[in-house]
């Protein structure tokens, strides 16, 4: 008996310190993006207040992935989504999200942003940028970056106004390092010897546009290039003495390689999607430098 009642006693107090110390758990609330750049601009500045989920893995093609009902339903339950604003794709995601029971908000960040080609052409010409309805790779830009961050600073706002000392302060921090970035792609691309770079898909329109670069596509119409397209794209970077041709992993190399042989050139792998910003865009700037050759 003396035994029972000891167990009693001991089961008793396990309750009562459970009752008094309930076990941990993780009420952080998630908001979602689309691409790595922009989990990166929006963990820092919402710091811990939220978790950042992002739909799309470095290294997939934003611009046909596909995605699990996982995803789908991470996404649903987020408190706002932050899409990036020009990739069709994430109006697919919003469609089905919106036509659920979710309340989530949704956060343009290309707002303010002009988006560069002529939404009615496909590439006709191996200058033009090869999408149906203009370049969506708006953030390779430190303008667009910019703007990014600031609608994602007032999309916080709007959803948590009980943190805006703490957005505002990480608002400045991130605004500090994109000036930052720009400086030193522009300390590279001074010593840049030529102005033109080639890349098989082209997703560099807004990076080109910033600095006044020339961006030559491999790709005819979202196409790999005929033998005599491909002639065309080798005279005319050996004539204006382009050296670099970018390699996105998403895509095929192979043509890109064979046109830095054909130049003299050299090709640079390059990751758009990565989740460093910054760190990528001075890796393109210092590519075109030809520093540390």
Known sequence: MKYKLTISAALLGLIVLYGCNPPKTDKTKTLS????????????????HFK??????SGANPESADFTPSQMMNLGKS????KIGYLGIENTLI?????GDSNIKVVDCSEGIKRLGNPCEHSHNMDNH????????????????KIIAENMYKGLLAIDKENEADYTANYKKLTTEINKTDSIIKSYLDKAPSKAFI????ALSYFAEEYGLTQYSIEHEGKNPSPSQLKELIDRAIAEKVSVV????EFDAKNAETIAEAIGGKTVPINLLAYNWSDEMIKIAKALSLENE
């Open 33 to 48: 993006v689309t691409i790595e750049p922009q989990k990166y601009f929006l963990e820092t500045i919402a710091g811990t």
């Open 52 to 57: 950042v989920e992002c739909i799309i893995p």
């Open 79 to 82: 408190v706002a989504y932050f």
């Open 95 to 99: 469609d089905k999200v919106t036509k």
């Open 130 to 145: 090869g999408h149906a309805g203009g370049d969506p790779h708006i953030w390779s830009s430190v303008t667009s970056a």
């Open 199 to 202: 890349i098989y898909h082209p």
């Open 246 to 249: 970018f390699i996105q992993q």
